[in-house]
């Protein structure tokens, strides 16, 4: 049995910072991050850490990207939510068409 102050589960990116943070304040516990796989195997390297957006409303548009969204999602986003993500994604990153 392996035991270990703090166990993140997921090997992308959200995990990793938070097991990175974590590490930093508090040296004290040894944290220990499991993936399913390997550490080539995960949505955030397959996503290369890019934000998907409409950056050029001349040869793209909103509706366009979030019917590519959906279908790359296979079914398993919420539609509400990649509707905002896809909207929103350009003012989050500080450039604004």
Do not use: C
Request: glycine share 10%.
């Amino acid at each position: 049995m392996v035991k270990t102050g703090l166990l993140v589960l997921g090997f992308v990116i959200a995990g990793l910072t938070f097991a990175l943070k974590i590490a930093q304040q508090r040296p004290d516990l040894q944290v220990t991050v499991l993936t399913k796989t390997n550490e080539e195997e995960s949505n955030t390297r397959y996503a290369q850490g890019g934000v998907a957006a409409v950056w050029n409303f001349e040869k793209d548009s909103y509706d366009k990207h979030i019917k590519d969204t959906l279908i790359a999602g296979d079914g398993l986003f919420d539609e509400k939510i990649v509707e905002i993500v896809v909207t929103e994604g350009p003012a989050g990153t500080g450039s604004v068409n």
